[in-house]
Protein backbone atom coordinates (compact mmCIF):
# COMPACT_ATOMS: atom_id res chain seq x y z
CA UNK A 1 0.00 0.00 0.00
CA UNK A 2 1.46 3.32 -0.75
CA UNK A 3 2.20 5.66 2.09
CA UNK A 4 1.51 8.85 -0.41
CA UNK A 5 -1.72 10.30 -0.51
CA UNK A 6 -3.94 8.56 -3.23
CA UNK A 7 -6.58 9.64 -5.38
CA UNK A 8 -10.16 9.76 -4.86
CA UNK A 9 -11.32 6.66 -6.06
CA UNK A 10 -14.70 4.76 -5.99
CA UNK A 11 -13.93 3.06 -2.77
CA UNK A 12 -12.58 6.28 -1.23
CA UNK A 13 -15.60 8.49 -0.08
CA UNK A 14 -17.67 9.67 2.91
CA UNK A 15 -21.50 10.61 3.09
CA UNK A 16 -21.76 14.25 2.29
CA UNK A 17 -25.22 16.51 2.39
CA UNK A 18 -24.96 17.18 -1.47
CA UNK A 19 -24.48 13.52 -1.55
CA UNK A 20 -27.83 12.80 0.07
CA UNK A 21 -29.78 15.37 -1.74
CA UNK A 22 -28.36 13.73 -5.10
CA UNK A 23 -29.92 10.90 -4.47
CA UNK A 24 -32.92 11.77 -2.67
CA UNK A 25 -34.06 13.66 -5.74
CA UNK A 26 -33.58 10.02 -7.92
CA UNK A 27 -35.44 8.25 -5.00
CA UNK A 28 -38.73 10.86 -4.18
CA UNK A 29 -38.66 11.26 -8.34
CA UNK A 30 -38.68 7.68 -9.55
CA UNK A 31 -40.89 7.11 -6.44
CA UNK A 32 -43.35 9.84 -7.17
CA UNK A 33 -42.91 8.46 -11.37
CA UNK A 34 -43.63 4.75 -10.34
CA UNK A 35 -46.24 5.10 -7.00
CA UNK A 36 -47.39 8.71 -7.32
CA UNK A 37 -48.70 8.13 -11.14
CA UNK A 38 -50.19 5.25 -10.88
CA UNK A 39 -51.88 6.52 -7.79
CA UNK A 40 -52.98 10.30 -9.18
CA UNK A 41 -54.65 8.38 -12.18
CA UNK A 42 -56.59 6.32 -9.72
CA UNK A 43 -57.81 9.10 -8.19
CA UNK A 44 -58.91 10.82 -11.22
CA UNK A 45 -60.34 7.45 -12.47
CA UNK A 46 -61.80 6.64 -9.55
CA UNK A 47 -63.42 10.85 -9.29
CA UNK A 48 -64.83 9.74 -12.99
CA UNK A 49 -66.41 6.92 -12.53
CA UNK A 50 -68.67 7.69 -9.28
CA UNK A 51 -68.97 8.11 -5.76
CA UNK A 52 -68.36 4.08 -4.99
CA UNK A 53 -65.06 3.75 -6.92
CA UNK A 54 -63.83 6.87 -5.43
CA UNK A 55 -64.76 5.56 -1.91
CA UNK A 56 -62.80 2.32 -2.46
CA UNK A 57 -59.83 4.85 -3.85
CA UNK A 58 -60.20 6.25 -0.94
CA UNK A 59 -60.55 3.37 1.54
CA UNK A 60 -57.85 1.93 0.81
CA UNK A 61 -55.32 4.99 0.61
CA UNK A 62 -56.60 6.82 3.51
CA UNK A 63 -58.08 4.46 5.77
CA UNK A 64 -59.96 5.08 9.19
CA UNK A 65 -57.18 3.60 11.80
CA UNK A 66 -59.32 3.63 14.49
CA UNK A 67 -61.21 1.40 12.70
CA UNK A 68 -59.12 -1.72 11.81
CA UNK A 69 -59.72 -4.79 12.82
CA UNK A 70 -56.68 -6.70 14.53
CA UNK A 71 -57.82 -10.25 14.43
CA UNK A 72 -57.82 -13.28 12.23
CA UNK A 73 -57.56 -12.91 8.59
CA UNK A 74 -58.15 -9.11 8.98
CA UNK A 75 -54.48 -8.55 10.39
CA UNK A 76 -53.47 -8.69 6.69
CA UNK A 77 -55.76 -6.60 5.55
CA UNK A 78 -55.53 -4.25 8.26
CA UNK A 79 -51.34 -3.85 8.24
CA UNK A 80 -51.79 -3.15 3.94
CA UNK A 81 -54.20 -0.07 5.25
CA UNK A 82 -51.50 1.08 7.71
CA UNK A 83 -48.61 0.68 4.79
CA UNK A 84 -50.75 2.18 2.13
CA UNK A 85 -51.58 5.04 4.23
CA UNK A 86 -47.72 5.70 4.87
CA UNK A 87 -47.54 5.02 1.14
CA UNK A 88 -49.61 8.11 0.83
CA UNK A 89 -48.01 10.03 3.19
CA UNK A 90 -44.99 8.97 1.78
CA UNK A 91 -45.78 10.34 -1.50
CA UNK A 92 -46.31 13.92 -0.26
CA UNK A 93 -42.97 13.85 1.07
CA UNK A 94 -41.60 12.46 -2.20
CA UNK A 95 -43.49 15.52 -3.99
CA UNK A 96 -41.86 18.41 -1.73
CA UNK A 97 -38.37 16.72 -1.13
CA UNK A 98 -38.24 16.43 -5.36
CA UNK A 99 -39.32 20.26 -5.60
CA UNK A 100 -37.02 21.39 -2.95
CA UNK A 101 -34.17 19.51 -4.74
CA UNK A 102 -35.45 20.30 -8.14
CA UNK A 103 -35.23 23.71 -6.85
CA UNK A 104 -31.47 23.35 -6.17
CA UNK A 105 -30.70 22.03 -9.73
CA UNK A 106 -32.35 24.95 -11.20
CA UNK A 107 -29.65 26.93 -9.39
CA UNK A 108 -26.83 25.16 -10.28
CA UNK A 109 -28.15 24.62 -13.62
CA UNK A 110 -27.39 28.41 -14.00
CA UNK A 111 -23.70 28.42 -12.10
CA UNK A 112 -24.25 29.77 -8.87
CA UNK A 113 -23.81 27.32 -5.41
CA UNK A 114 -20.95 25.66 -5.92
CA UNK A 115 -18.50 26.92 -3.86
CA UNK A 116 -17.97 23.82 -0.82
CA UNK A 117 -19.44 25.69 2.06
CA UNK A 118 -22.66 27.41 0.35
CA UNK A 119 -23.19 23.97 -1.50
CA UNK A 120 -23.04 22.09 1.46
CA UNK A 121 -25.75 24.67 3.52
CA UNK A 122 -27.43 24.43 0.62
CA UNK A 123 -27.74 21.08 0.62
CA UNK A 124 -29.03 20.54 4.32
CA UNK A 125 -31.77 23.27 3.98
CA UNK A 126 -32.53 21.91 0.61
CA UNK A 127 -32.57 18.36 2.29
CA UNK A 128 -34.62 20.02 5.62
CA UNK A 129 -36.91 22.07 3.14
CA UNK A 130 -38.65 18.75 1.96
CA UNK A 131 -39.33 17.72 5.17
CA UNK A 132 -40.88 21.10 6.92
CA UNK A 133 -42.72 21.20 3.53
CA UNK A 134 -44.37 17.93 3.82
CA UNK A 135 -44.91 18.78 7.61
CA UNK A 136 -46.45 21.93 6.91
CA UNK A 137 -48.66 20.88 4.26
CA UNK A 138 -50.58 17.82 6.22
CA UNK A 139 -50.52 20.22 9.37
CA UNK A 140 -52.55 22.97 7.31
CA UNK A 141 -55.03 20.38 5.74
CA UNK A 142 -55.71 18.31 8.83
CA UNK A 143 -55.60 20.92 11.48
CA UNK A 144 -57.37 23.95 9.54
CA UNK B 1 -38.00 14.92 -26.84
CA UNK B 2 -34.60 12.77 -27.12
CA UNK B 3 -34.89 9.62 -29.02
CA UNK B 4 -35.59 6.46 -28.76
CA UNK B 5 -32.78 5.20 -30.21
CA UNK B 6 -30.25 6.53 -28.23
CA UNK B 7 -29.03 8.33 -25.17
CA UNK B 8 -30.35 11.21 -24.40
CA UNK B 9 -26.97 12.38 -23.26
CA UNK B 10 -26.21 11.85 -27.08
CA UNK B 11 -27.94 14.79 -28.57
CA UNK B 12 -26.77 17.75 -26.70
CA UNK B 13 -28.91 20.24 -24.88
CA UNK B 14 -32.53 19.19 -26.13
CA UNK B 15 -33.05 16.51 -23.46
CA UNK B 16 -31.73 19.15 -20.66
CA UNK B 17 -33.86 21.78 -22.10
CA UNK B 18 -36.99 19.59 -22.01
CA UNK B 19 -36.00 19.17 -18.44
CA UNK B 20 -36.32 22.56 -17.71
CA UNK B 21 -39.47 23.55 -19.48
CA UNK B 22 -41.42 20.36 -17.94
CA UNK B 23 -40.50 20.75 -14.02
CA UNK B 24 -41.37 24.37 -14.79
CA UNK B 25 -44.55 23.49 -16.08
CA UNK B 26 -44.98 20.58 -12.59
CA UNK B 27 -43.86 23.11 -10.87
CA UNK B 28 -46.29 25.60 -11.50
CA UNK B 29 -49.58 23.24 -11.89
CA UNK B 30 -48.56 20.76 -8.57
CA UNK B 31 -48.55 24.44 -6.76
CA UNK B 32 -52.06 25.09 -8.13
CA UNK B 33 -53.15 21.54 -7.46
CA UNK B 34 -51.83 21.39 -3.30
CA UNK B 35 -52.84 25.29 -2.64
CA UNK B 36 -56.17 23.60 -4.11
CA UNK B 37 -56.45 20.98 -1.74
CA UNK B 38 -55.71 22.83 1.30
CA UNK B 39 -58.35 25.43 0.23
CA UNK B 40 -60.85 22.99 -0.56
CA UNK B 41 -63.49 22.15 2.49
CA UNK B 42 -62.73 18.50 1.89
CA UNK B 43 -61.49 16.21 -0.10
CA UNK B 44 -64.79 14.36 -1.04
CA UNK B 45 -66.61 13.38 -3.83
CA UNK B 46 -69.09 15.62 -4.21
CA UNK B 47 -66.16 18.57 -3.57
CA UNK B 48 -63.51 17.48 -5.85
CA UNK B 49 -66.21 16.43 -8.75
CA UNK B 50 -67.57 19.80 -8.59
CA UNK B 51 -64.08 21.49 -8.51
CA UNK B 52 -62.54 19.48 -11.66
CA UNK B 53 -65.81 19.94 -13.25
CA UNK B 54 -65.57 23.79 -13.84
CA UNK B 55 -63.42 24.84 -16.85
CA UNK B 56 -60.42 26.59 -14.64
CA UNK B 57 -59.34 23.71 -12.28
CA UNK B 58 -59.87 21.20 -15.12
CA UNK B 59 -57.32 22.95 -17.71
CA UNK B 60 -55.24 23.01 -14.98
CA UNK B 61 -55.31 19.51 -14.03
CA UNK B 62 -55.05 18.95 -17.97
CA UNK B 63 -51.51 20.87 -18.37
CA UNK B 64 -50.61 19.55 -15.37
CA UNK B 65 -50.60 15.58 -16.21
CA UNK B 66 -49.15 16.56 -19.57
CA UNK B 67 -46.27 18.30 -17.82
CA UNK B 68 -45.71 15.47 -15.09
CA UNK B 69 -46.15 12.82 -17.49
CA UNK B 70 -43.81 14.11 -20.21
CA UNK B 71 -41.62 14.57 -17.24
CA UNK B 72 -41.30 11.67 -15.80
CA UNK B 73 -40.62 9.77 -18.85
CA UNK B 74 -37.24 12.12 -19.16
CA UNK B 75 -36.43 10.99 -15.90
CA UNK B 76 -37.20 7.52 -16.08
CA UNK B 77 -35.42 7.66 -19.57
CA UNK B 78 -31.84 9.01 -17.81
CA UNK B 79 -32.40 5.81 -14.65
CA UNK B 80 -33.22 3.55 -17.78
CA UNK B 81 -29.51 4.85 -19.05
CA UNK B 82 -27.74 4.89 -15.81
CA UNK B 83 -28.63 1.21 -15.23
CA UNK B 84 -29.64 -0.45 -18.48
CA UNK B 85 -26.22 -1.22 -20.39
CA UNK B 86 -27.21 -3.52 -23.20
CA UNK B 87 -28.67 -1.60 -25.89
CA UNK B 88 -31.29 -4.02 -26.98
CA UNK B 89 -32.68 -3.83 -23.32
CA UNK B 90 -32.15 -0.13 -23.24
CA UNK B 91 -34.36 -0.12 -25.84
CA UNK B 92 -37.06 -2.00 -24.90
CA UNK B 93 -37.61 -0.39 -21.70
CA UNK B 94 -37.61 3.74 -23.41
CA UNK B 95 -40.06 1.59 -25.74
CA UNK B 96 -41.98 0.47 -22.87
CA UNK B 97 -41.79 3.68 -21.03
CA UNK B 98 -43.02 5.93 -24.00
CA UNK B 99 -46.23 3.91 -24.50
CA UNK B 100 -46.51 3.94 -20.39
CA UNK B 101 -46.29 7.84 -20.31
CA UNK B 102 -48.42 8.79 -23.74
CA UNK B 103 -50.95 5.88 -22.06
CA UNK B 104 -51.14 7.16 -18.19
CA UNK B 105 -51.29 11.22 -19.63
CA UNK B 106 -54.07 9.75 -22.10
CA UNK B 107 -55.97 8.32 -19.73
CA UNK B 108 -55.37 10.81 -17.34
CA UNK B 109 -56.87 13.48 -19.69
CA UNK B 110 -60.46 11.33 -20.69
CA UNK B 111 -61.04 10.89 -17.01
CA UNK B 112 -61.20 15.04 -16.83
CA UNK B 113 -63.56 14.78 -19.76
CA UNK B 114 -65.68 12.61 -18.33
CA UNK B 115 -65.82 14.29 -14.88
CA UNK B 116 -66.38 17.37 -17.10
CA UNK B 117 -69.36 16.45 -19.05
CA UNK B 118 -70.72 14.02 -15.57
CA UNK B 119 -70.38 11.69 -17.75
CA UNK B 120 -69.86 9.62 -14.69
Not at chain 2, 21 to 44: Q, R, W
Amino acid sequence: MATRPLSPHLTIWKWGPAMLVSILHRVSGDGLAFVGLPVLLWWLGALASGPEAYATFAGWMWADLGALEWSGAAILTSALLVVLKLVTIGLSWAFFNHLCSGLRHFVMDAGAGYELDTNKRWSIMTTAGGIVLTAAFWAVLVLL
Amino acid sequence: MGTEMTKGSDHGSGHWMLMQYTSAGALITCAYLVISFLLLPDLGYATLTGWLGGLGPSFAVGLLIVAVFWHARLGLQVLVEDYVADPGRRFAAVLALNLAAFAGGAFGILCLIRIGTGAA
